[in-house]
């Protein structure tokens, strides 16, 4: 089978790294800022960032709706940080004119671990990730709340004052975290969303 080809959204954000991670996790990786460039792939991720920043920038490029509309047709999606906010389908702590994506039956809250400052990293045990723990990194990251009938939890924090908070959920073909793998060079949870993307084609 040929490599999927999967876009990263290119608005804001770790592009180049998560373009890294898939080309050396079995995929074609390309940059999307037009919605004719969504036609032509098979999967997306959308990096971290500002969450109401990209909401805006996602109007601005003419890419809310077609994107909205891909998804709705089912293709595979993998959110990291802001990326799982977009794609939630109810933010606390925003905007009150931030849009989203509504493919996640999830409530996150924004900022929810603090500031720049409350940065930290942490070893999590994610499901269908092999290999022993995944070194998270979380900066400024959102954590989820609520968590819908048919959405599956991958991860949640192991101990300190977050302990047990949900960090990491799927829901059919798409797949969000609170944390940025593509800083660490750890390429296991890019290579579940490969292999996700290959089922679906």
Known sequence: MSAPTIGVLALQ????????????SGAHGVTVRRASELERIDGLI????ESTTMSNLLGVFDLLE???????????????????????SEILDTRPDARHLDSL????RRNAFGRQVDSFETDLDVVDIDGGPVRAVFIRAPWVERVGEHVEVLATVPHGPAAGRVVAVRQNSVLATSFHPEVTGDNRVHRLFVDMVRRSR
């Not at 954000?13 to 050396?24: C, I, T, Y």
Request: glycine content about 14%; some cysteine.
């Open 46 to 49: 959308i990096p971290g960032g």
């Open 105 to 108: 039956d999830i409530t996150v």
């Open 13 to 24: 954000g770790d592009v180049r790294e998560h373009l890294a991670a898939l080309e050396s």
């Open 66 to 88: 077609p994107l909205r509309a891909r998804l709705a047709e089912g293709m595979p999606a993998y959110g990291s940080c802001a990326g799982m906010i977009l794609l939630a």
